[in-house]
């Protein structure tokens, strides 16, 4: 696991533990926060108007979005220690995937689900 993802993972643990939520922290629970956590960092992007898709967003909002980008990835933290998933693996693992169903040539500058790319 990178040095930086497993420092943050380990306040991150720390933080829960001292506070004995892992109590809490089911599959499940962790689950349904992190699409919550998710729902709000969506909402953060909802009625802007960007006719040029660029997100310029001042800096409260740059803020807020950090935030829930963090608290999405705090859960992510969380989960995978429960189900001792390696998330870093677990993410080198799927961009291969994707790179096999997504091939270059194919799918380049594309927005196709590789089911439909001919």
Not at 7 to 14: L, W
Not at 42 to 50: A, H, Q, R, S, T
Not at 90 to 109: D, H, M, R, T
């Amino acid at each position: 696991m990178d040095d930086q993802l497993i420092r943050i993972t380990k306040k991150a643990i720390q933080f829960r533990d001292e506070r004995d939520w892992k109590q809490f922290h089911d599959p499940k629970n962790l689950a349904e926060a992190i699409s919550i956590e998710s729902g709000e960092l969506l909402e953060k992007f909802l009625w802007i108007k960007d006719t040029n898709k660029s997100y310029q967003l001042n800096s409260k909002q740059m803020a807020e979005v950090r935030e829930e980008i963090a608290d999405v990835m705090i859960y992510l933290i969380y989960i995978c220690e429960g189900l001792r998933i390696d998330l870093v693996e677990a993410v080198e693992k799927k961009i291969q995937q994707n790179g096999e169903k997504y091939p270059v040539l194919k799918s380049k500058g594309n927005s196709k689900k590789y089911k439909d790319l001919d």
